[in-house]
């Protein structure tokens, strides 16, 4: 396993983690409006602080959830 191999190991890395973190900011905007969508059905008015701390609960919950599906041993 030379140099180059590592570097494109790396940079491999490095672009998953970019994927992986634009598809929580999506799944954190998504989930914003699902909040804020579901406190109208239910007649509620909450300010927008409660509705992205309770999107970015659930965001974080999805995505820990799945995260240990995605190993492989």
Known sequence: MGPLDSFGALASSIIAAIVMLAFAILSLFVTVFIVDA???????????????LGASLLAAAAIVAGGGLSTVE
């Open 38 to 52: 579901a406190a109208g059905i239910g007649g509620l008015e909450p300010s927008d602080d409660f509705v992205v």
